[in-house]
């Protein structure tokens, strides 16, 4: 595998966006929008459990 600057991967990244469109960048970032939504709100509601010793 060659070795590629980050500037030149970045801008063939941006030139092969222009292409495809934002499908595969804006599923990621919905997937992962959710999964931190999920973690919040479990993170946020686990002081509420009622623990009935």
């Known amino acids: 595998m060659e070795h ?3 500037a030149a991967w970045l801008t063939e990244a941006a030139s092969a966006a222009d292409q495809h469109g934002p499908g595969d960048l804006l599923r990621i970032v919905l ?19 009622q623990d009935d010793d």
């Open 4 to 6: 590629i600057p980050a």
């Open 31 to 49: 997937i992962v929008s959710a999964v931190g939504i999920v973690l919040l709100a479990w993170f946020l509601l686990r002081g509420y459990r």
